[in-house]
């Protein structure tokens, strides 16, 4: 399993955490509870955690390719929903396992 983490800072953790939960619970697995989110893509999983100021990402997925797939997809949809003010997303690898 190849996973990814990163932590995002903004001013409304929660309120992305619930975008990314909503915009793909119409054709994804998804489960998402007061600060938790889970999303099932068909390449991997995230999962997302709000708290203070910060948005935490975990991206898993079998293979490295689908990995940089999964964490693109992500990226690209949360800067999407704060094009007011987009944050920074840096990602850091974790090690296959």
């Not at 975008?19 to 068909?42: A, D």
């Not at 997809?73 to 003010?85: D, E, Q, T």
Request: net charge positive; charged share 15%.
């Amino acid at each position: 399993m190849f996973e990814s983490t990163a932590t995002v800072t903004t001013t409304t953790p929660r309120r992305y955490l619930v975008q990314l939960c909503k915009h793909f619970e119409h054709r994804l697995t998804v489960s998402q509870t007061g600060n938790s989110g889970r999303i099932e893509f068909p390449v991997g999983t995230c999962a997302l955690q709000a708290a203070g100021d910060t948005l935490a990402l975990k991206a898993s997925a079998a293979t490295a390719d689908a990995l940089t797939q999964l964490k693109d997809v992500i990226a690209r949809h949360l800067l999407r929903f704060a094009f007011r003010g987009p944050p920074a997303i840096a990602w850091q690898s974790g090690t296959p396992g």
